[in-house]
């Protein structure tokens, strides 16, 4: 029954969320000291987490004697360094998302993980939303049968911190802040061990004054012949709009993550100072979710996380992974400049995945192209004759 | 970092329930002892969820030495014996929906707990779902206004067990199996200070050949002139429906629960031996919930009990509230009898609520019934004469 | 291919929809003339829509000579009188909802339609919308089985016009304005010759300074067994809310007509004059309807009276509908007033309905009262025993 | 109030949907002679739509004395022929979607008519669904700002008659049967003076067993910058997906014109033969949509024809339309084989559009990225130096 103890790196608003994961509910994992660069937003946060120690030396958090766990919950240009301090301090380090800014850097976290012999995971946290985990379990068992086409869709109307705007610090815009949770969505739903061949992808700065894309779409190929879609934007109005959807042979799936959840509220407005969350507007109608750390996925990533530890076993999401999602998103960048296809440039270590396959049914030597029941119950035949390549109907 | 040792009584559907939410994620929480009547079905409960001992006595369950909360996950007729083994034992006891068969039974069980001075919980799951917790908090902040309606339905086909259809064990019908629910999600709304004067309810049996009531609807009347209205049924075509709406002088609140929260799937079915959940059908529409434990409210219901034990305050759900939702229950079983508003025959601990009150406007010297923004940005003002009851019209 | 020419009474909302209706897309009955106690807004109606004649007197419009069809548009308190002058004049006359401010009132209306033997519609346009024509055919088609039970809820923040207010003028608040609808809705459903046996209603006046209800409630027990449940409300926030919910023995319905239609916008307002129509708000998340005559069942009514008038028969909505309606109106009342169920008096024209039945299922000499079919193909029965009343469950 | 006679040239399901609508409720047009190739087909239409004659000859039907409007409802390859003919017969011609096989086809087809001086209206029945309607007169408007992407979705398991299926005679596979609206639809948002640039565009044959795409996604960068977007596909599982989204500077909209429109049944099935029209299933959960001729525009767009026909003005949708979709279609036809985005080759009628623009805002002599409200009503701004492109943020 003994739980982890934390060295937690950062005190933005992702370091909010992961400590109010571990610590909420009636979870067995601590924090034990948080490290910022500041030693007023470090005192605050240990003050709000009820942390036994703040610090503002990077290496002091990491070798803290009494912790096992480092996550690393900082700006994307302090990854690499500190998941290196990290490994060299022989602990498990979970590394929030994007792992690098490129695919050149997330490899070399890679590499210092696996050479240090180190537990690494992957902080991708929806792709542990519990819709997304029990819609993969079904596509898995079959639900919907092959995968042909999967849509992840992540905008707002931009980041809450200056940092993110900066792409000297992130790697990138929308892409690499939002495109990274779309891909790795896209991979769990078409099978990790499918292939991704090349991208094409869009990308234009429409509405904020800034250097990288504020607005981003893009097209994965798949080996099997499924596309992942991607759109991302910074310019959303109307709150955070996150959804999936998916198409397989045999059936499909929606999921709604953020604004139509199941809670619906209007509200008048000028009441008793009521202020609603993560909404663009305070009156009028609002989509609150309920508990947003289960909603977006932390609870189970965490879970996860902890529980590979305990096993000695692969999380869902590791290191491998994150480099995946660089490799591609490097891919997207190089489109967005040619014009063109980009094959993703990746040391790929998932096997082959066949062509999505569907051997025609055949009626009296002709191909069935569609079978439709009728309100008589009869069946209305949609048949190709392959010799001429000519089409007819038949009812039977 | 401490958590509980739970001897957990009984092995059904709840208790799975339960015992999954416990050992789920990373909760410090656990079962040590399990009682079931039949020693297969305790052996069986015990290895599935990795529990140390099971036992057939009920005695050895709730006096075990190494715990020191008990949760009664019995059906309805062993309540109170069961209560009253542990307020004897002097340990916290966590008591399942619907507290008693009767506010009659109820109130002694309260009686028990309070003269043992133990701590009793209820474990009312769905005034704890995320939504509602949430939607609780706006209302309390003032995000509608003064409730002035509240409508819960559950409905769903039919309960899973045997014993649950037998009125003689469970004390009535979908009214004790689902009203309960109900009619507590409805108090929080209106406020737990505001007192149910009286109960109106409809109830047959329509569709199953049982002899207790298998739809029923019910209104009920708060001090403030708020009402509450529930619909359950046993015979509800389509999954399980789980539904409030909450109507404020300033807003308006909707939650869905279970079979539109996001989650669309459809499959054409015959797949590798793809079974949907909780759905009538394998096939076809499907409306899965994300994490049901979560959902449902087990999570946060049981971090409430534990927390409210470790910090020796009541919970949100205390006996009391169990003795309450029968004392309404009662109210609505004679009401079915006689046809008539019923009062609620209860020991009101709550205080007094004001009726809802708006201070009505005025414009020169006439009441201002309704005021409309018409496009061009004037006022259109519906008037009242308080002396003559004459209405007019005017636009300023 | 000739159309009908109509006298229009009123120049109110309601006569805008009508007369929108008919001269909308390329409908081939026109109005040829409208009457207005006032001269000037009789004078911008028929400028507005296109008519040739306006009037300020009641009897020079519908005793027009080119006008075949008089449709009364008026306040409830004139409906009598103006359906007497047209039943004089023996044209075919169309009267808008409700039919009288009282039963004994419609009945005198029915009374002098028939003995005039002319043409009697009701304009019970909410009984037309497309979905519910479509649902209520999927009923008679046994899509759901036997009806149990109807809600209808029509609720918004209040009416535009002053003289609905005053319930010396209109019968009533709510229940007069809104309830109509709702129990004509649930007639259709349950089935036109399912007598309405009695009411239970709860009213109460909660925001609005006004003599009348400004809410209420209603439950209304058919011959069959099924019940049907209205709520109609003048204090509702967040626009116009119109649902019904229709359950049966082997299915469901739900109709969301105009809050949830599938047209969703947000807009951060602020822009080039943009206003929103019949939203509270004009910024924000906005849920309009698409064609709203159409949506509303408009269209589909004026299609019906007028095929019946060609076709020689009774439109689906009749003059004698229009009193059943308000007999049940009458009834509530009533039982707002006693607190108690209220026969609804009527002269029955339906015939009788079966009790819906269920004939039980046996397995082995015991009933069968759910049968579930389990993830390995099984299926888990819950049996009675009638002889003892005890249950018990069987896997076969 | 006179009405058009119209020649009805062909009797397939869409010529089913023209006249339905043309003859569906009040409607003063009517077809006066249908054409079809086979006898028996055309007797049958001419009885089932009661129509005067049908006829076998293409000539005879156009040529009809008392028809003066005449309405393609012919398979694709049979379009130039036919609207060449109507043309010489000097009559208004209105033919269905797509216009041509190729921009090529339907620029000759555009020419005939616009040589011959008849009127040419383009039947693209999505542009004109109510609620398309109405959201492009809310962008008019400014209700979301300046568009800055449009997805459109139109996805299906499969056209019903087998010529659809043969691209030989219908000039492509999913993009020509469905891609056509989408277009269309996107360039309403966008704004039809919005010159289309370029296109990129990926297909696949991925289920059925044909020589055309079954799946098509498209990007089409317009001058303004924004991006439309069109997934079509023949394999859709779950009935016809019809969606539309936009994004806009300050707004954003949703529609959903089928499987999500506010009519949900559940039905066990087994019932009374009831089966459930444009459905996979039987059984289980359906959305039916209330009025289809209505909700799928073909009201809207025959009252657009017919009025513009008689206030000799264009129709929402022209000929020039349809020569830009095809000219379109060929791009993404062009780039699905290079891998490139392909120019739109097409004479250009539309003027110009500028860049979507938004003046930043400026705080003490840095941009203003964003600006978020508080809790307690500050203001924060997240600002960047344009001197140095670094960063910041600030409360005010």
Redesign the interface.
Known sequence: ?D?HAVSMLGTGLIGDFYTNTLH???????VRVVYSRSPARGEAFRQRWDIPESTTDLRVAIEHPETDVVIVALPNFLHEEAVGLVAAAGKAVLCTKPLGRTAEEARRMLDVVERAGVFGGYLEDLCY???T???IA?VR?????DV??V?SRE?H???????F??G?LTGGGAIIDLGCHCIEIVRNFVGKGNRPLDV?C?T?T??????DED?A?A?I?FES?A?G?F?V?W?????M?LRDEV???????????FL?????????????????EKA????????????EV??LGY??M??DM?RAIDEGRSPQETFYDGVVVNAIMDACYRSAQT???EPVELEWRGGTTPR?T?E?ERHEGL?V??R??L?DGRH?L???DEAT?????RVV
Chains 1, 2, 3, 4 share one sequence.
């Open positions: 029954m739980g909420g509910q009636r979870g067995r994992d601590r939303t519990p819709k985990l029990k819609a079904a068992d079959g639900a919907i049968g042909t086409w849509r905008t109307p931009g980041p809450h911190s200056a940092w705007w900066d000297r094409m869009h234009d429409l509405v904020h004054p800034i250097a607005n779409i097209l190929r012949g596309v879609q759109e934007s310019t959303f109005r109307g709150g709009d198409a397989g042979t045999h059936g499909t799936i929606w999921l709604n993550h139509r959840t199941g809670f619906e509220m209007f509200t008048a407005g000028g009441g008793a100072g009521y202020v609603a663009e507007t305070s009156a009028g109608w609002l989509f609150p979710v309920g508990d289960s909603e609870v189970d965490f879970s902890f014009g063109a296809w999505i569907s025609p191909v192209i569609k439709e029941v309100p209305k949609i048949l190709k390549g000519d089409f007819s109907d």
